[in-house]
């Protein structure tokens, strides 16, 4: 997932407002939010995230890589180690010693990484999609899909 991660070094995220009127919330997988552990991301995101908060939520796109957002790069790894990742998953691949090695390695090492990247690619294509009651696709990734 380490190696995988790294297609956040391109594209982009609509991210939901902070709940928070007092910090930027930073990440919304399965609609958990942490608050942002570099204040400079706070502060580049703040307008782009929709401040301040408001009763609906209005989506906005931000890139996922705001340094490099149109180049396939390992970017993203030097945006791991300073913090400055929009979601709460690429923050927390510092937490663990092994996947913290493997982001210092993908970062110093580029042409391994994406050697690695597309293995493991192509492997997860592999992976069978579920179908009928087995799976969904969400239209709101934050929520599941009403089931009528």
Same mark, same amino acid.
């Given at each position: 997932?380490?190696?995988?991660? #790294? /297609? ?12 928070? #009127? ?18 400079? =991301? ?6 782009? %995230?929709? &401040? ?17 957002? *149109?180049? @396939?790069?390992?970017? +993203? +790894?030097?945006?791991? =180690?300073?913090?400055?990742?929009? @979601? ?5 691949? =510092?937490?663990?010693?092994? /996947?913290?090695?493997?982001? !210092? @390695? ?10 690695? @990247?597309?293995?493991?690619? $192509? ?6 999609? %579920? *179908? ?5 696709? &969400?239209?709101?990734?934050? $929520?599941?899909?009403? !089931? +009528?």
């Amino acid at each position: 997932m380490v190696t995988l991660s #790294g /297609t956040h070094t391109i594209g982009r995220s609509h991210c939901p407002p902070s709940r928070s #009127g007092s910090t930027t919330s930073v990440g919304s997988w399965g609609g958990q939010t942490r608050p942002s552990t570099q204040p400079m =991301l706070g502060t580049s995101r703040r307008g782009a %995230l929709g &401040r301040p908060p408001t009763t609906r939520w209005t989506p906005t796109v931000v890139p996922l890589d705001p340094v490099t957002p *149109t180049t @396939f790069d390992n970017q +993203y +790894y030097k945006n791991v =180690l300073a913090h400055k990742v929009l @979601f709460v998953s690429d923050n927390t691949l =510092l937490d663990n010693p092994w /996947t913290a090695k493997m982001v !210092h @390695f993908n970062l110093a090492v580029e042409k391994a990484w994406q050697v690695k @990247f597309a293995k493991a690619l $192509a492997k997860m294509g592999k992976v069978q999609v %579920l *179908t009928s009651d087995e799976g969904e696709i &969400r239209g709101k990734c934050f $929520a599941a899909n009403p !089931h +009528y």
